[in-house]
């Protein structure tokens, strides 16, 4: 079991980042996947969350509404983040993992959570 992130970094507000990550040795077959962030001294919060059905149902946290796309690849195990017009306020750790039932606020995450990757904006 294992989860493999990429695409994190630093880049100053308004700029774009685009993040991945990929689980092995489980499926996610029939679980809503979502993208999660910690951010230093705050709770751990859903940003985005998409359907397993392909009908594309998805939730998105209301501060990044307009400027964060998330989108899944069921066949291997992926899910990516586009994050646009970055802020500062979008400084923390960011997980990825899955749930059943629908893309929600209230997602937890029932996978190895593995270390997430960075995104820091600087204003």
């Known amino acids: 079991v294992d989860v493999v992130y990429s695409g994190g970094g630093s880049v100053q507000a308004g700029g774009s980042l685009r993040l991945s990550c990929v689980h092995s040795g489980h499926t996610f077959s029939g679980y809503s996947m979502g993208w999660f962030r910690q951010a230093p001294g705050k709770r751990l919060e859903v940003v985005a969350a998409i359907a397993w059905n392909g009908t594309g149902q998805a939730y998105y946290l209301d501060s990044v509404k307009g400027r964060v796309t998330i989108s899944r690849d069921n066949a291997k195990n992926s899910m990516d983040l586009q994050m646009n017009s970055l802020k500062p306020e979008d400084t923390a750790v960011y997980y990825c993992?899955?749930?059943?039932?629908?893309?929600?606020?209230?997602?937890?995450?029932?996978?190895?959570w593995g270390q997430g990757t960075q995104i820091t904006v600087s204003s």
């Open positions: 993992n899955a749930d059943k039932g629908p893309p929600s606020a209230t997602m937890v995450g029932r996978f190895y």
